[in-house]
Every structure is written in C-alpha cells, then in structure tokens.
C-alpha cells in the first residue's frame, strides 16, 4: 500500500499507486485561489483526489463533494478487485473526513456518470459546482459526455480539471483514438471555446475555467 503525505495529507490512506501525486502541488495552488465549496469529481477509485480535496478545503472551510463512480471499472482495469477498491475509497474518504478540520459533507453516487450527472442536473444542481474533476472512462465517446454534462453543473468562475489528456492504452496496432480521452476533450474544448478559459495544460492533465 501507498501512504501519502504533505501539508494537506497527514493520513495515512490506503492506497496501491501514485496516480495522483504528481498532481497534488498543482491542484494545492489551484484550490488555494479558487477556494471551492462545491465539488464533484468523476472516476473516484480509491480516493485520493477526493481525500486530498477534503483535507486542503477542510483547512479552509465547511464543504460539499460529490463523488460518481460505478466501481465496476473499466477496460484497463482487468484482474482487478474492483470491490476491494470500493472498499478502499469508503475507508479512506472516512478516515479523511474524520480527520479535517471543518465538515465536508460526501455524497457518493454509485451509477454510471451519464445518469448521475443528468440527475443532478434535474434536481437543481445547473451552475452549482465550484470545481469538477473528469477522471472516469476514458473511452472518448464517454469523456465527452462527462465534459458537456459536467459544464452546465459548473457555476461562472468555476474550474474544471480532466484527468489523462494524452492517456492512451498499448494495442498491437498503436492508440486508438476512440479509446483514449484526448480527442473527446479536444473536441469539448474547441465546441466550448467561448465559454471556457484554458488555465494550463501539464501533459496529464488540463484545466479549463467557465466563463
């Protein structure tokens, strides 16, 4: 297991990989400015964004995050325990909770991100989110969907954050790209483009303010 440390995180989580370190020191900058209270991320696996979200804002103040996943995983995922996983998310999100300064309050939705998205949606949630992190499938037709649902969630001013630009998986006959999310978000980008602000671009990871 990885146990993972800073400022922000001085719980020791339940963890089997380093994904998301290398994009602790910008998210710590990005929610530093953005100060968010309203949050949802898609693709929650075992946790560690949404741990890392709930202790830096729960420095700062009360919070609100949503999580969406299916825990059944995707292609990539073969040969693992996705139920384990599940399990491991729970932990680690209590164990984050419990140990922040101010409340968050985690909605965890388990369904698929096109029907948990259209009903936020449909309860009033349109403009509501401060920040939204894109980490789920990342077969593109399905990032697509993620990113034009999860863009009338977000409220003006708000910050959305895809995860794995320029992911791609290793076939015999080289990337597809229909199997990959650059393209789905290239596409949301440039449908978007007067709607939307691109902040940076890590090779990873791209960030997008609403405007």
């Known amino acids: 297991m990885v146990s993972l440390g800073n400022e922000a995180q001085k719980t020791d989580f339940e963890f089997t990989n380093t994904w998301f370190v290398g994009a602790r020191p910008i998210w710590a900058q990005i929610l530093k400015n953005l100060r968010p209270r309203r949050m949802l991320e898609i693709g929650s696996y075992e946790g ?7 202790e830096t804002i729960g420095q700062m103040h009360e919070s609100e995050l949503h999580c969406i996943d299916t825990w059944q995983g995707g292609i990539e ?12 998310f729970l932990n ?24 948990a998205l259209a009903q936020l949606f449909v309860q009033g949630y349109e403009g509501f989110f401060d920040f939204i992190y894109i980490d789920g499938s990342h077969q593109a037709p399905d990032v697509l969907v993620d990113a034009v649902l999860a863009f ?10 895809f995860d794995d630009y320029l992911w791609s998986e290793n076939l015999p006959g080289g990337p597809d790209i229909l199997r990959m999310p650059k393209a789905a978000i290239d596409a949301f980008v440039n449908l978007h483009f007067r709607q939307l602000r691109v902040v940076m671009a890590p090779l990873y990871q791209l960030y997008v303010e609403k405007l």
């Open 48 to 54: 560690q964004s949404a741990c890392f979200l709930i």
């Open 92 to 115: 680690n999100t209590d164990k984050a909770i419990r140990s922040a300064s101010h409340k968050t309050t985690l909605k965890v939705h388990k369904a698929r991100s096109d029907f």
């Open 152 to 161: 009338r969630l977000l409220r003006k001013g708000g910050m959305m954050a």
């Open 77 to 88: 995922h073969g040969g693992i325990n996705m139920s384990e996983v599940e399990r491991r």
